[in-house]
């Protein structure tokens, strides 16, 4: 039986590479998967590419001159081109929310409510809309599979409990500690961009990569963790673990530990969520043991890297304050992006913002909208100043 794939930002990092899952997959296992929908933003070179290898159905298309311009390109291919990204679940049965930030939050919503498989990749959606969002995973035939390399261990460990909620002491996530891992404040105080996106482990995109710099990353998927598993905040933890092989930990109340570990590469949790409840036939991520030396665990330290701490807090304050932190960070990595915010400003920005969170409960999508508006013009106002 074919299943069929929609992939949301099919030309970002995660977009690509649950590609080339479908193509291993494919190759191993003949018609395990079909490409039936795609969504991007303008990177129509690559879209075009896509559409001639795996002939979708339908693409999603936001920019319009971009749309314009893949229509012309991909005449007679008997492609239906859309403007909306939420229109690609209709044709899927499980759909890849690749889209970065906030903006993901309504393929998030609109797969859930669809009954759909939810390969979740954008974290934002569902810390920022958790209140929202949690409602919808009790629609039939609805399913939450985190594509994460963090909560994607969280979830195959959890699997080996009959009682979780009863059983579960703690969650214990790892964080490889950025490129910035020891080095204390003033020597932070003149961060390139460059530097910054010279992640030890991993290969993202410039965002995450800088949200993990600030340890921001980790903080968020603290948020993410209590949203999806119902852990209490101080039932999770956050280790360093430079070598990125552990990828998150279970603890259970009888003392036993059950961790995953695979080489660092986010195929292997998107192959997982695209298999879920099987395992794809792909060895993604397999360890060479004879060459596996060590495995370092350290505290993170909570002074240089405020962003961890200031997730807890938005966490714990709930509401739309894990809104209001997201888009504040949103809105401070891309200032340092640009070249407009020092990095070590990243946390002040994001602090301020929480400062002045206005106590909101979210009860429909609209609110979640509107906390990121009001967040957003909170945190381009500090920048601003600064």
Known sequence: MTTRVAVAGSTGSIGTQTLDVVRAENERVPGSYSVVALAAGSSIDLVVDQVVEFSPELVAV????????????????????????????????????????????????????????????????????????????????????????????????????SAPGRE????????????????????????????????????????????????????????????????????????????????????????????QLSMPTMHLPIGYALGYPDRIATPFGSID?????????????????????????AGRLGGTAPAWLSAANEVAVGSFLSGNLAWNAIADVCNGVLERHDGSVPTSVADVIEADHVARRVAEEIVETR
């Open 62 to 161: 936001a920019d319009p001159d971009a749309r314009r311009e893949l229509a012309d390109r991909t005449s007679g291919r008997g492609v239906e081109i859309v403007a909306d990204a939420t229109e690609v679940v209709e044709v899927a049965d499980v759909v890849v929310n690749g889209v970065v930030g906030f903006a993901g939050l309504g393929v998030t919503v609109e797969t859930l409510r669809a009954g759909r498989r939810l390969a979740l990749a954008n974290k934002e959606s569902l810390i920022a809309a958790g209140p929202v969002v949690q409602p919808l995973r009790d629609v039939p035939g609805a399913e939450l599979i985190p594509v994460d390399s963090e909560h994607c261990a969280l979830h195959q460990c959890l699997r080996s409990s």
């Open 168 to 259: 579960v002491a703690r969650l214990l996530l790892t964080a490889s500690g950025g490129p910035f891992r020891g080095r204390d404040a003033d020597e932070l105080a003149e961060v390139t961009v460059e530097s910054a996106l010279a992640h030890p482990t991993w290969a993202m995109g410039p965002k995450i990569t800088v949200d993990s710099s600030t340890l921001m990353n980790k903080g968020l998927e603290v948020i993410e963790a209590h949203e999806l598993y119902g852990t209490p905040y101080d039932s999770i933890d956050v280790v360093v673990h430079p070598q990125s092989v552990v990828h998150s930990m279970v603890e259970f109340r009888d003392g036993s530990t059950i961790a």
């Open 289 to 313: 043991w004879t060459t596996l030396s060590r495995l370092d665990f350290e505290p993170p330290d909570r002074s240089t890297f405020r962003c961890l701490d200031l997730a807890y807090e």
